[in-house]
């Protein structure tokens, strides 16, 4: 009677013979050199002509060669060994992930009105804010302090790996209490960057604290070219898949993806056969012709990389995110400041390719409440114009002063 082949258990000998013979390997065996030049030796391979095991092994080999291809590799942590180091000062919050701050304007102490910044897609605490001459009279006029963060698996921020729009709210609410910022502040969303206002929002109407047992704890409420879902049930099906199939082919597939198979979503954005995201890929077709021109001055900015951690807890968990499935629909949402102690403005351009005006117009029609800016000519980017941004800066200010 034979031995037993797997005493010590099968995943520390079967399993990984798997892995070795049907994973990456590091060379092609079809390029190999004859080891025996001057027939010195041979080689000799025998394969049986029926062999069925072959084809099961082949195709349990196939099998777990497309699983290992779905599984991201682990994020390089910042501080830990092989990972980033820690530049930018980080509070530790309730999970015990770590985020990444900075801080801009006037002190904490004498600010009149403090303003959390969120950033967008493929970006860091540093794109936010555009800190010229003009920029900083009107900061200095209105007592202005900001703080942006790098959000999770940006920058130095640790990753989240059960992150949702809501628990972005919960990070915002955490990093207020930190930093001291008092029972009220501001928030700015870019881009993506928006996806916690509906959250926060929403929350609020269910009787969920997301800012803290004190009730309402924003001021006001800011979000500049913020993204949408196609599939927020709220929108009418003809408006949605018109808008829908106006993007890229491969962005529509990339989107598919991360709405319907998010598990696939590292393979579809690393493999070689299809194309993968646009958005990921800096595709030019993405952008406006004003993007593009704004385009070319800001990459000629040297600023921090936003993937040092990898890619899979930034850009690709903020496809998911996004347009993943939503647990509310945020045209259901009612307004945060019913007395107009605060307000909300949503600031957008009408030649944005990555957010349609279109449906950004029907969301402002749905929630009449909110201040709708829809600007003429303008792309995506049109905030990191000093002037746009100083107009976006003050509005939340107009109605009080």
Request: glycine content about 8%.
């Amino acid at each position: 009677m034979q031995p037993k082949a797997t005493p010590q258990g099968e995943f520390e000998s079967l399993h990984p013979d798997l892995k070795i013979a049907f994973w990456n390997w590091e060379f092609d065996p079809k390029d190999l050199e004859n080891p025996f030049p001057n027939n010195e030796g041979s080689v000799h391979p025998w394969q049986g002509n029926q062999d069925t095991k072959i084809k099961v092994v082949l195709f349990l080999g196939l099998a777990v060669g497309a699983y290992w291809a779905t599984q991201p590799p682990p994020p390089k942590i910042c501080g830990t060994p092989g990972g980033p180091p820690i530049t930018a000062p980080r509070i530790k919050l309730r999970d015990g992930r770590y985020l990444a701050y900075k801080e801009n304007g006037v002190s904490r102490e004498t600010a009149k009105a403090k303003t959390i910044l969120v950033h967008g897609f493929g970006s860091t605490k540093h794109d936010t804010i555009s800190m010229t001459d003009s920029v900083l009279d009107v900061v200095e006029e209105l007592g202005l302090y900001f703080v942006s963060f790098d959000r999770p698996g940006y920058g130095e921020s640790d990753p989240d790996p059960k992150r949702t729009p809501k628990s972005i709210a919960l990070d915002i609410e955490e990093l207020a209490d930190h930093l001291g910022l008092g029972s009220k502040f501001y928030v700015m969303g870019f881009s993506m960057g928006g996806q916690w206002f509906g959250a926060a929002s929403n929350t609020f109407l269910t009787g969920e604290t997301v800012f803290g047992a004190r009730a309402y704890r924003l001021a006001g409420a800011t979000l500049v070219a913020p993204a949408v879902n196609f599939w927020w049930p709220g929108f009418p099906a003809n408006l949605s898949t018109e808008v829908y199939y106006r993007q890229m082919p491969q962005e529509q597939w990339a989107l598919r993806v991360a709405h319907y198979t998010p598990w696939l979503i590292y393979w579809w954005n690393t493999q070689k056969w299809f194309p993968a995201s646009a958005s990921i890929a800096m595709k030019p077709e993405i952008f406006s012709r004003q993007d593009l021109q704004l385009l070319s001055l800001l990459t000629a900015e040297t600023r921090p990389q936003p993937t040092l951690q990898g890619e899979f807890e930034s850009l690709h968990r903020d496809l998911m995110v996004v347009f993943g499935k939503w647990e509310f629909d945020p045209m259901d949402l009612e307004n945060p400041f019913p007395n107009n102690e605060g307000s909300v403005h949503i600031w957008q351009g009408d030649e944005d390719v990555l957010v349609p005006a279109s449906l950004q117009r029907y969301i402002a029609q749905k929630l009449p409440w909110i201040n709708y800016h829809e600007l003429p000519g303008a792309g995506h980017l049109f905030s990191c114009i000093p002037e746009k941004f100083k107009e976006i800066v003050k509005a939340p200010f107009l109605e009080k002063n």
